[in-house]
């Protein structure tokens, strides 16, 4: 991963797997424009690198994030040229050939509550809450009803929206927006452990698999179809599904090339 003068964000790497930190814990680290802007450097960093095949989104101290910064709104993006809005970060998402795993150890709120809702995977503590409170600031969480509409029932989501009522992570995972709820000592074992399954996968198959899954979800079924017939015949011919086949029938590990 490339260096970057990040103010907002912490960026660690662990073998195949990058871990990227919203780092403002004492204000439960607020969405600012600076924090949105240095995450799609990062995301764009971490889908370059050969070397990452894993991401990890998660909040440091107590929180996952608290929702956008609402103080922050008109504030200067920081140190790094811009490269989009919050609704470019949604989108950016939509768009990763890389899996991403949202680590939630706490409070999410707001805007943030779309972000969980673009991970391919949200794994959260017991303890955690979830909510969408704009309702009751006069406000309404508007481009993140696009995300939430995809893995949420659409009466359980208008509850969140109209009520603003904070839920629990059982309620959550319960309306489709996490994948797991584990105990909250145990949070930090299962991440590292799902982020490890997904390292041992082969990249090329991770990469092309979720950018077919990407493109085919604008599709109608007739037009999705013979799109993915064309993607399983271009990754058979891909240098890691002959190693694949041939580490199954010999009855070893695949050494994957990446290629």
């Known amino acids: ?35 949105v802007n240095e995450l799609l450097w990062a995301l764009d960093d971490a889908e370059a690198d050969d070397e990452v095949r894993v991401i990890v989104l998660t909040g440091a101290g107590n929180a996952f994030s608290a929702g956008a910064d609402l103080k922050g ?13 919050f609704d470019d970060l949604l989108l950016r998402f939509d768009a990763m050939k890389k899996p991403v795993v949202a680590r939630i150890p706490g409070y999410v709120m707001g805007g943030a509550m779309g972000i969980v809702a673009c991970c391919h995977f949200a794994i959260a503590c017991e303890s955690a809450l979830l909510g969408t409170p704009e309702i009751k600031r006069g ?9 939430l509409q995809r893995v949420v029932h659409a009466r359980e989501l208008l509850k969140l929206m109209l009520l ?51 493109e085919q979800r604008k599709m109608s079924v007739e037009d999705a179809l013979p799109y993915l017939r064309e993607q399983l015949y271009a990754v058979l011919a891909s240098e890691d599904a002959k190693e694949g086949l041939a580490a199954f029938f010999q009855k070893r590990e695949p050494q994957w090339s990446g290629r």
């Open 1 to 35: 991963m490339e260096e970057r003068d990040f103010q907002s964000l912490r960026v660690e790497q662990d073998g195949h797997i990058v871990t990227l930190t919203f780092n403002k814990p004492e204000k439960k680290n607020p969405l600012s424009q600076e924090l």
């Open 73 to 85: 709104m008109t504030a200067e993006r920081g140190k790094l040229e811009k490269k989009g809005e």
């Open 139 to 147: 406000l309404f969480p508007m481009m993140i009803m696009a995300v």
């Open 164 to 214: 603003g009522d904070k839920i629990s992570a059982a309620k959550a995972k319960e309306i489709g927006l996490l994948s797991e709820v584990v105990p909250d000592d145990q949070l930090d074992a299962r991440v590292a452990e799902l982020a490890g399954q997904l390292a041992r996968q082969s990249p090329t198959a991770m990469r092309m698999g979720l950018n077919a899954y990407n």
